[in-house]
C-alpha cells in the first residue's frame, strides 16, 4: 500500500517553503515532520484548548484540526518566528517576567493569542483578556499570571 502524499508551498514564520505531506496530516504534524518546530503542540486533539495554535493568514487556528493541505498558500506563523531584532518581543518578556507559566505546555497558544489580541486591541481591559484568551486552558492554573503579562505586554509594547 502506497501512502499518497501531495507538495505544497506556502510561507512558514516569514520564509517561503514547500512540504511533501500525508494527506491526512494536520498543520501540527507538518510543522513538526517537516520543520522541526515544537512550538504547536497537540493535546486534547480535539481543538478545545489551544496548546496548538498557529496563526494563518493573521487569524487564529487550532493546528490538531486544521489540515496540512489546507495551508497551500498560506502564510503560516508560530511561536518560533523570529522577533525583529535579536531578543525576546515584548509579550515574550511579559511571560517570563511574571511567571505566566509553570510547565510551558500551553504557553506557546498564550503568547500567539496576546500577540493576537494586543495586535487588535493595544490596551485591552482585564475583561477583554479574558475572554479572548478563553479558548486556550492551563493547566497549572497561572491564569492570573497570565493576565498580568498580558497587562505588561501591552505596557511594554506602549514604551517601544
Not at 505544497?8 to 514564520?13: A, E, P, Y
Not at 505546555?105 to 486591541?121: A, I, N, S, Y
Amino acid at each position: 500500500m502506497s501512502v499518497v502524499q501531495r507538495t505544497i508551498r506556502f510561507t512558514l514564520n516569514g520564509e517561503a517553503v514547500s512540504a511533501d505531506i500525508q494527506l491526512h496530516w494536520n498543520v501540527v504534524e507538518l510543522l513538526q515532520n517537516r520543520f522541526a518546530l515544537f512550538g504547536a503542540r497537540e493535546s486534547c486533539g480535539q481543538g478545545m484548548c489551544g496548546c496548538c495554535t498557529v496563526l494563518v493568514n493573521g487569524a487564529a487556528v487550532s493546528g490538531c484540526l486544521y489540515l496540512a493541505a489546507f495551508a497551500d498558500g498560506t502564510d503560516v506563523r508560530t511561536v518560533e518566528q523570529p522577533t525583529a531584532g535579536t531578543g525576546l518581543d515584548a509579550v515574550q518578556e511579559a511571560f517570563i517576567e511574571t511567571g505566566a507559566f509553570q510547565c510551558g505546555f500551553c504557553t506557546p497558544g498564550f503568547v500567539l493569542m496576546t500577540r493576537q489580541l494586543l495586535d487588535e486591541k493595544p490596551d485591552p481591559s482585564e475583561d477583554d483578556i479574558r475572554n479572548y484568551l478563553s479558548g486556550n486552558l492551563c493547566r497549572c492554573a497561572a491564569y492570573p499570571e497570565i493576565v498580568r503579562a498580558v497587562k505588561l505586554a501591552s505596557q511594554k509594547r506602549k514604551n517601544q
